[in-house]
Each structure stands twice: as structure tokens, then as C-alpha cells.
């Protein structure tokens, strides 16, 4: 059984900075798979912040770009978002996925806040 946990999320103020963590279990070639981040804000369209492929390729949404980077240890089956001069507006539930030409999983999300 194949799950993702995503944490690291939190309140932190305008400025700020969080490091979200997505651990995968259950699943073997971790390496084969795409990874991505996405963010469901309340009365917004979910949004696709950032992906890293797994040839290597990094891409974000312009609303991230130069603030978040995207890594990956696929030793650890684990991606990884850290998230430098957060704003207010990046307040929302942050998801991870990975997927492969055969399959696609998601996790619960974790809750990121940005207020003052």
C-alpha cells in the first residue's frame, strides 16, 4: 500500500520560512516518478506550485518563483519544499504527488499559514 505524508506545515509570519516534507511508504523505484507540489487555498483554484521530474527537470508557478525550491531524495523516498519570503497569500493546504506513466498518488496535505 502506497502512502504519502506530507508535514512541516505550520503558522508563520509574513517573511518567514517552512520546509514541508512528503515521505513515501509502500512504494519501490521511487526514483521513476514525477514529483509535484500543489496548494488548494479556501475560494481558489487548486494551483500547481512546483514540479520536479524524474529526469531532473524543475519547474514553478510564476507566484513561487525565486521563493520556493523543490528537491528531492529519492534514497529517502522523500520531496521536500522549502519556502523562503512566505506571504500572506501562499496561506493554504499544500499537496504532493507523484506519478509515473502507470500511476498517481496524493497524499493529505498540510495546512501552511502565513499571518502576522
Known amino acids: 500500500q502506497v502512502q504519502l505524508v506530507e508535514s512541516g506545515g505550520g503558522l508563520v509570519q509574513p517573511g518567514g520560512s517552512l520546509r514541508l516534507s512528503c515521505a513515501a511508504s509502500?512504494?519501490?523505484?521511487?526514483?521513476?516518478?514525477?514529483a509535484a507540489w500543489s496548494r488548494q487555498a479556501p475560494r481558489k483554484q487548486r494551483e500547481l506550485v512546483a514540479t520536479f521530474t524524474s529526469g531532473g527537470i524543475i519547474n514553478y508557478s510564476d507566484s513561487v518563483k525565486g521563493r520556493f525550491t523543490i528537491s528531492r531524495d529519492n534514497a529517502k523516498n522523500t520531496v521536500y519544499l522549502q519556502m523562503n519570503s512566505l506571504k500572506p497569500e501562499d496561506t493554504a493546504v499544500y499537496y504532493c504527488?507523484?506519478?509515473?506513466?502507470?500511476?498517481?498518488?496524493w497524499g493529505q496535505g498540510t495546512q501552511v499559514t502565513v499571518s502576522s
Open positions: 509502500g512504494i519501490s523505484l521511487f526514483s521513476i516518478y514525477n
Open positions: 504527488d507523484i506519478n509515473s506513466r502507470l500511476t498517481n498518488y
